[in-house]
């Protein structure tokens, strides 16, 4: 078993910035890939980024390429994910991932195991 706790979240304006912070516990980081994801209200979880086990792999979706950066810190058992350039539809519940398939960078939500709670971001324009 692997928890996971985010923390970061809060209000923001446009074009501002944000670093949400993932805490784990429990089995070893580093048999690990971790990602974030995001829901808004009335639409579906979106990957928002992926981090390989030792950090050298990273990945994201074209919505969030060059403004949103995810780091791990392997020593500290978390994961990173600062967002730069922020604009309202970036608005959502943050929630950070782990998957077993460590030497990759899903996007896809099936290949996660286990699931923070979730942090808040809510950026006003």
């Known amino acids: 078993q692997v928890q996971l706790v985010e923390s970061g979240g809060g209000l923001v304006q446009a074009g501002g910035s944000l670093r949400l912070s993932c805490a784990a516990s429990?089995?070893?980081?580093?048999?690990?890939?971790m990602g974030w994801f995001r829901q808004a209200p009335g639409k579906e979880r979106e990957f928002v980024a992926a981090?390989?086990?030792?950090?050298?792999?990273?990945y994201y979706p074209d919505s969030v390429k060059g403004r949103f950066t995810i780091s791990r810190d392997n020593a500290k058992n978390t994961v990173y994910l600062q967002m730069n350039s922020l604009k309202p539809e970036d608005t959502a519940v943050y929630s950070c991932?782990?998957?077993?398939?460590?030497?990759?960078?899903?996007?896809?939500?099936?290949?996660?195991?286990?699931w923070g709670q979730g942090t808040q971001v809510t950026v006003s324009s």
């Open positions: 429990g089995r070893t980081f580093t048999s690990y890939a």
């Open positions: 991932a782990a998957s077993s398939r460590r030497y990759g960078t899903s996007s896809g939500s099936r290949d996660y195991d286990y």
């Open positions: 981090v390989s086990w030792s950090g050298d792999k990273t």
